[in-house]
């Protein structure tokens, strides 16, 4: 993966994880079924944080 293939990544895996905080916020208020959302979002910011890992090798 190139440098800006990553950042692609990125961008994309930031916008799911500001959305699915906002489906998580909503079912918070609601008394919702949480636990999907915060497994979810446990995993998108692990691949973020690859991801910045590989892209901080590569410069």
Wanted: glycine share 2%; hydrophobic share 30%.
């Amino acid at each position: 993966m190139n440098r800006q293939e990553i950042e692609t990544e990125i961008e994309d895996l930031k916008a799911d994880y500001t959305r699915l905080s906002a489906d998580l916020e909503k079912l918070n208020y609601v008394d919702g079924r949480t636990e999907h959302n915060e497994r979810e979002l446990e995993r998108l910011a692990e691949k973020i944080a690859s991801l910045r890992k590989q892209q901080k090798a590569s410069n």
